[in-house]
């Protein structure tokens, strides 16, 4: 569940004893404001507006490719922000004929942000008041190095004011990867090309750059919420502010490497970057097929085979679109119900970044000695040092995070040092053998995980 209410970190009520095992009996929840929903729905209006504006001069200019590009990643994105939030929100099950029409016209958003801010009020106003439905909830924590779980009662408002959170950050980050994302590079590479920067194009790119660092960084803390759903989790301020510089750095290079290298090569790209997307987006069912499992009936209630396969269709291209800029910080596994894999995947990680700066290094190469100079006022050689510069020191953020700021870094069998010294220490495999066997601290930390 989304981070609706506080737990405090000393609850003062006594353990409750069960069959299993002990139980503390947390104090009532405490609600917050929706600043989340109101800065995703901000950053959908201001990013559709300046988008729609673009068109409007793209097509005065008569300059129809632009035009054309604009407007397709605009409407692929709305159109798949409103199937989120009706699938989140499980509307087509419902009597809601206004939400409906809403989503029809591309203001989905609009009208939920508006019904998560009623709800807020009447919360708010009954503050104090005991709802009449509440259900219980069970989430693990780590209280001074130790392990408590803590039981404590959820109200129907509460809970419904979660789902429109929860619904916004994965509208959140289908508007980045599969709207934002596109329309970055493309205006970047028309601003390339064009040698001009007009102020609602300008626009368009500053609400596309932080909408993708915003759902980036979403991605990150949704990571962490799946892989250890049976702990509660909180981020303090010096770890999402890692997160954000990690990918901000990350993308921004990524991006402005793809730009350079598409306008250096033009159409001689394409085939690469096609190709980079597709290995990706077939990846996860490559491995699916291989395995050799049935696809999974029970992702959500009453869905046939046709349904499901849609879902799966839409989590993948969600996935290549993430992979292709930046890091997912999960792994796609088609075979099982959650379709994640919740392991801690060390390896996993370390080829995404090693083939991904490989990329980058070919890329900035290609600009180098084949960029024409007319594109850029600027030394190839220095642009090409600052941008590699800039992804490894996201790579080091990424680094720190894991190393130190992860909140449940102690769960870790092993860190960031020890997979980068196994991975150092298959040159040497005998000074190791001595250290083979498990300490009694990595067998405590395995049973936890």
């Given amino acids: 569940m989304d981070q609706v209410f506080e737990i405090p970190e000393e609850p003062n009520v006594e353990p409750v004893s069960s069959l299993e095992e002990d139980v503390i009996r947390g104090t009532n929840p405490r609600f917050t404001f929706p600043f989340g929903i109101l800065f995703s729905t901000f950053l959908y209006c201001g990013e559709a507006a300046s988008a729609l504006y673009m068109v409007r001069i793209y097509r005065k200019n008569s300059e129809t490719y632009w035009m ?7 409407m692929f994105s709305s159109i798949m922000v409103q199937l989120t939030l009706i699938f989140v929100h499980r509307d087509l099950a419902k009597d809601k004929p206004l939400s409906l029409f809403m989503h029809l016209i591309l203001l989905g958003p609009v009208i939920r942000c508006l019904e998560a801010m009623i709800k807020y009020l009447t919360l708010w106003k009954k503050e104090g008041q005991e709802e009449p439905y509440v259900s219980l909830t069970r989430k693990k924590m780590l209280i001074d190095g130790e392990e408590v779980l803590i039981e ?29 994302v596109p329309q970055l590079t493309y205006q970047l590479y028309v601003t390339l090309i064009s040698a001009e ?9 500053v609400f596309s750059l932080i909408s993708v660092t915003y759902g980036a960084t979403l991605c990150n803390m949704l990571a962490i919420q799946i892989k250890y759903d049976e702990y509660k989790i909180r981020l ?9 510089i990690w990918r901000t750095l990350e993308i921004t290079s990524r991006l402005v490497i ?3 290298f598409s306008a250096t090569l033009k159409l001689k790209a394409v085939p690469f970057l096609l190709l980079n997307f597709l290995i990706i987006l077939f ?40 992979n292709f800029s930046c890091w997912s910080a999960l792994q796609l596994k088609l075979a099982d119900r959650e379709l994640v894999e919740k392991g801690q995947n060390w390896g996993h990680m370390g080829l995404h970044y090693s083939v991904r700066l490989i990329e980058n290094v070919i890329m900035v190469l290609v600009f180098k000695f084949f960029g024409v100079k007319v594109l850029l006022n600027y030394c190839h050689s220095l642009i090409a ?10 790579i080091g953020f990424m680094l720190l995070f894991f190393q130190y700021l992860h909140p449940l870094r102690s769960l870790f069998t092993h860190n960031v040092v020890d997979y980068l010294h196994c991975v150092c220490c298959h040159r040497h495999p005998r000074g190791r053998v001595e250290n083979s066997e498990p300490s009694v601290d990595a067998e405590e930390r395995q049973s936890i995980v």
């Fill in 258 to 260: 793809l730009v350079l």
């Fill in 236 to 244: 303090g301020p010096l770890e999402v502010l890692c997160i954000t």
């Fill in 197 to 205: 920067v007009p102020l609602g194009r300008a626009v368009l790119m």
């Fill in 385 to 394: 040092l600052q941008l590699i510069i800039a992804y490894l020191i996201s």
């Fill in 68 to 74: 054309t590009y604009t407007f397709s990643f605009f």
């Fill in 283 to 322: 990846e996860p069912w490559v491995k699916f097929w291989r395995s050799g499992a049935q696809m999974p009936n029970n992702i959500e209630k009453n869905f046939s085979r046709v349904g499901t396969l849609m879902v799966l269709i839409s989590v993948t291209v969600l996935y290549a679109g993430i």
């Fill in 152 to 180: 404590w009662e959820v109200g129907h408002s509460i809970r419904t004011l979660a789902m429109h959170r929860n619904a916004y950050k994965r509208m959140s980050q289908i508007q980045a990867f599969l709207g934002s």
